[in-house]
Antibody, heavy 118, light 107 residues
Framework: QVQLVESGGGVVQPGKSLRLSCAASGFAFRGYAMHWVRQAPGKGLEWLAIIWYDGSNKYYAESVKGRYTISRDNSQNTLYLQMNSLRAEDTAVYYCARDLGTKYLDYWGQGTLVTVSS | DIVLTQSPATLSLSPGERATLSCTASHSVSSYLAWYQHKPGQAPRLLIY???NRAAGIPAKFSGSGSGTDFTLTITSLEPEDFAVYYCQQRNIWPFTFGPGTKVDIK
């Protein structure tokens, strides 16, 4: 079955960097676009970024554009999110999700918590 | 950005009742709208896409309707596992956006 497992979260100081990973299994990872979405404490879902199945296109939310980079390694079935210049407001649970093929998110991981605090 | 507004913020209902959730977009999103269910500590679950199409494995008690700027998610005969937060999401215009959510809780 489809499985997405995020890792790499933790506590980080403001201004520092962190890289999240999302290990995919149970489907042909190289054939699907992938997304990152986050949920700040007590808040709703916020879409962050998408990467095409082959990495050829990437789009970002304005809130993270220029600071976050989405990437993937199809040989390792892994999605990444490089987060730089982190701020307190980036504190959230970060989810990776598979694209249904129509820019909707049909499978999600359980999320990894990132806390930005000094 | 397209802003999605959901109402009500909280819907308190009893098991067996019908839930009607609304999502309004600041500009037309055509039919490019989805609904997700999210329970604490769990992964969100896609319910409806393209306004009215049920995702794989989603029971018929969930239905969606609408187009343009006004959309509705209906859950007939609520069961205990249906009490959760429901989000709408548009994919018509970058960046994709989610609504703030409607919490369906037990009355």
């Amino acid at each position: 079955q489809v499985q997405l497992v995020e890792s790499g979260g933790g506590v980080v100081q403001p201004g520092k960097s962190l890289r999240l990973s999302c290990a995919a299994s149970g489907f042909a990872f190289r054939g699907y676009a992938m997304h990152w979405v986050r949920q700040a404490p007590g808040k709703g879902l916020e879409w962050l970024a998408i990467i095409w199945y082959d990495g050829s296109n990437k789009y970002y939310a304005e809130s993270v554009k220029g600071r976050y980079t989405i990437s993937r390694d199809n040989s390792q079935n892994t999605l990444y999110l490089q987060m730089n210049s982190l701020r307190a407001e980036d504190t959230a649970v970060y989810y990776c999700a598979r694209d249904l093929g129509t820019k909707y998110l049909d499978y999600w991981g359980q999320g990894t918590l990132v806390t930005v605090s000094s | 950005d397209i802003v999605l507004t959901q109402s009500p913020a909280t819907l308190s209902l009893s098991p067996g009742e019908r839930a009607t959730l609304s999502c309004t977009a600041s500009h037309s999103v055509s039919s490019y709208l989805a609904w997700y269910q999210h329970k604490p500590g769990q992964a969100p679950r896609l319910l409806i896409y393209d306004a009215s199409n049920r995702a794989a494995g989603i029971p018929a008690k969930f239905s969606g309707s609408g187009s343009g700027t006004d959309f509705t998610l209906t859950i007939t005969s609520l069961e205990p596992e249906d009490f959760a937060v429901y989000y709408c999401q548009q994919r018509n215009i970058w960046p994709f956006t989610f609504g703030p959510g409607t919490k369906v809780d037990i009355k």
